[in-house]
């Protein structure tokens, strides 16, 4: 079909459909299946990119990409409901589109229409008013990304000195001598998968 009425929802990658196949036998009443699973709280959490380790978050984010332009196509009208092509380099929306694009996927695969119409009614217009909110009304224009207004607090959130007052409270709170040196994560279950999937900070923002 040359001209489909409306575009088929983008299918994830093999690496994702197995990511999510996992997923659902970890929900499943199959004991003997979940326990080959391993550590459960360890399983890759497409929603959350952080959770995936560098080779899934690869595709992952092509995945995205495809599912942006999807909903740009499928449901953006007015131009301040365009996810911009800077989406990336704009933390709270990669956020945002890792979460509305796992939910549709789950709702495409439903058993009934229930799923699809909260996507719809609820999930995607919540994603659209956080991210024209969140992007103060004045969203990067075509082809340009602006820079993070809020880059100045958040290396001022960042510095030793603020830091280390901070620590001083949370001593005097405690008791506890104060330390800036905060203690490290943990390096188990889930806490290690995050450690090693971190995603990289956008560049640009």
């Not at 990511?19 to 959350?48: M, N, V, Y």
């Not at 800036?180 to 450690?195: D, H, I, S, V």
């Amino acid at each position: 079909m040359n001209n489909p009425i409306v575009r088929e929802f983008p299918p994830p990658t093999r690496l994702l459909t197995s990511a999510f196949a996992e997923l659902q036998i970890a929900r499943s009443d199959d004991d003997e299946a979940r326990q080959a699973l391993g550590d459960l709280s360890a399983l890759a959490r497409p929603w959350d990119p952080a959770s995936c380790p560098p080779t899934l978050r690869e595709e992952l984010w092509i995945w995205l990409d495809r599912v942006v332009g999807w909903i740009n196509h499928e449901y953006a009208w007015h131009h301040d409901r365009v996810i911009p092509a800077c989406w990336p380099a704009h933390p709270h929306i990669v956020h945002d589109v890792a979460v509305i694009a796992c939910l549709r996927y789950a709702a495409g695969h439903a058993l009934t229409a229930d799923p699809l119409e909260d996507w719809h009614r609820y999930a995607l217009p919540a994603f659209f008013d956080r991210m024209t909110a969140r992007l103060g009304g004045s969203p990067c224009p075509p082809g340009e990304h602006k820079p993070w207004p809020a880059r100045g607090r958040f290396s001022d959130y960042e510095s030793e000195g603020a830091l280390r007052r901070r620590m001083d409270t949370y001593a005097k709170d405690t008791g506890r001598r104060g330390n800036t040196n905060p203690p490290p994560p943990a390096r188990n279950g889930r806490a290690a998968l995050t450690a090693v999937g971190r995603a990289d900070p956008p560049d640009g923002r």
